[in-house]
DNA sequence: CTGTTAGCGCCTTCAG
DNA sequence: CTGAAGGCGCTAACAG
């Protein structure tokens, strides 16, 4: 009933339906496919006309399965909404696709528990490596990848152990402050929200810098966890005017929020820098463009992905890590709104 | 050498040594995983407390090999650093997770070519599901789905065939230049980059209404191929108001480039909308902050992965689709720019 | 260069 | 409710 020629009406295409169709064996199909100059150009031709005919797509489960290889790496970033993560992405992909890697792309939403369900979800996936955004923050995910024994790469912070590409949060916090210092303003404010392990570096940094001058003041301090976004900022900014009416500066953990301000410094007529000089964090596309520019810490979070990647590939192919703790630094771009 | 309580060493703990481990047979273990009220609760208990014990994390390759469904959605979204797709991706993983549906998210950046890469990729893991933003591009394309013979639900835009979940972006752009001329303006410019099918399809509203009051005019449209940002919003209003220098709307095929036209008009002292009215697409957070703020097409995209993945899982469930297309409409939000 | 054999880890029968 | 046998599609290891 079943022509053994083609495709069982019951699926697609396989390997040995492609044998069959190019009157070879299954493996060397496989062989033609994967390792073609193994492969007579005979064999090759006709496999080759054999697949596009049947339109054979191969099984990577199966494959992963025999092969105990799965070209697969999971990378989990807190939002796929926040620029910074995207660029990361990129740089991954830029680096990991040659390969032939698949990325499986996970958002955990800043949150502790959604990144160990989602970890231990792709860990069901056996990838051949693990990308993470900081620190694995729970018990149970560094239990997970701990059992898995894959290698992984942590991204954005620097940390004692492990394989890592980052920068100091802590010294960029410190380094704007100080330039906000040396443009002589002394009430500098930190405006802070979506409170995760890096933005409570950078305000370390902050506290670390006006200390040193006698310039801390709780009153100069705004954090909430809500989630960042641009109309936070402005609402920030408010409340701080409230409970700090005379600050000078103001020191936004991210750009998104900076913007926020500035914007409701326009709407209130807040001279910036003039009365109030206002600085954000990640050098964001937009930071250049809005008016006044604004000043903020480049971050080379692009650059980051493709050095984890990198990290990444050597520790898959067992290399031992030069530097497992990679500095990639930050730079401080000064423009009008300071 | 070897206990066979225990995990082999050569790689992670099977449904075989949770078997071992809990003295019961292999099968008993995956229905007490996958099916617990198929088994008495005292082996359940057993076999949670082997599982725990090795750590054991099921092999999703083998699930899917050997039960033929790999509970796997391929998404293709143009881009991740677009916030339209990054919410449509928030609504369709809000409606596949918690059904155990795993996303494959992929960006195109927009090419063709890799569309079909990418898309070819994701089928080799066998998806129950495909979402795509738009047509299948290439005949390439169109073939892989073909073949696949998955479900695919098409997203974004509305189409004769198949099923798909979008809004008229030709209507949404009639309705945008429908208000600029019910403003008093005549000399309407459009403003597009990243000329993709959507863009495309705005403009072709764009048209449609000024050439109903005899207002269209080729050097009122300028666009570009290029990415689009907020920097290249302010370049290409330079570039509008040098060939037209009496318009006196600007209709931008979106936020980020009405943004950057916003910014340059507060440069060069323009008014808006006293002197220039400017209007954007999508209504992202944003445009609703900056000052003044933004008229523009809130787009349900959000809503839109909702729908998507609702229509997919029906079609996956071989439910026979009650309707196809699904038109969720869009909306005017007239603010202080126009 | 090509083929055979066996098995990856799990689930689908079919039995009890 | 539990288990035994077989196979999903592919590739490793060995043969020739």
Redesign the pocket.
């Known amino acids: 009933m079943s022509d053994p020629r083609h495709p069982r009406a019951s ?1 697609r295409a ?3 339906d492609v044998a069959r169709h190019a009157r ?5 199909v ?2 033609a ?2 390792t073609p ?4 150009s ?2 090759r031709e006709r496999i080759e006309i054999a697949v596009r005919e049947l339109g054979y797509v ?2 990577r489960s ?2 992963a ?3 105990r290889q799965s070209f697969t790496v999971a990378v989990l970033v807190p939002s796929l909404s926040n620029a910074v993560f995207v660029d990361t992405l990129r740089g991954i992909s830029e680096r990991l696709d040659p390969f032939g890697y698949q990325l499986l792309i996970g958002d955990t939403g800043y949150s502790a528990e959604v990144e160990e369900r989602r970890l231990r979800a792709y860990l069901e996936h056996r990838p051949d490596g693990v990308l993470l955004t900081g620190q694995a923050q729970t018990e149970g995910a560094r239990a997970l990848l701990a059992h898995a024994g894959v290698p992984v790469v942590r991204m954005m912070d620097l940390s004692a152990d492990g394989l890592c590409v980052g920068f100091s949060q802590i010294k960029a916090g410190y380094a704007l402050t100080r330039h906000l210092l040396e443009r002589g303003h002394r009430r500098i404010a930190y405006v802070a929200a979506q409170l995760d392990e890096r933005v409570r570096l950078r305000g370390e940094g902050y506290r670390c810098a006006v200390r040193e001058v006698g310039g801390d003041d709780p009153r100069l301090e705004v954090a909430v966890p809500d989630p960042s976004s641009v109309h936070l900022g402005g609402e920030l900014l408010g409340r701080l005017l409230q409970q700090a009416p005379d600050c000078d500066a103001v020191f936004c953990c991210n750009d998104d929020l900076a913007w926020g301000a500035i914007f409701e410094c326009q709407r209130r007529g807040i001279d910036v820098p003039g009365r109030l000089a206002i600085a954000g964090f990640n050098d964001l596309e937009m930071s250049a463009c809005i008016n006044p520019a604004l000043t903020t810490i480049a971050t080379p979070r692009h650059q980051i992905g493709v050095a984890a990647a990198d990290l990444l590939l050597a520790a898959i192919a067992g290399e031992p890590p030069a530097d497992g703790q990679r500095d990639l630094g930050f730079s401080l771009v000064v423009r009008q709104s300071t």
């Open positions: 699926g396989t390997l040995s070879v064996s299954a493996i060397t496989s062989r496919l994967n100059d193994k492969v007579s005979e064999l191969p099984d199966a494959r399965l025999a092969s």
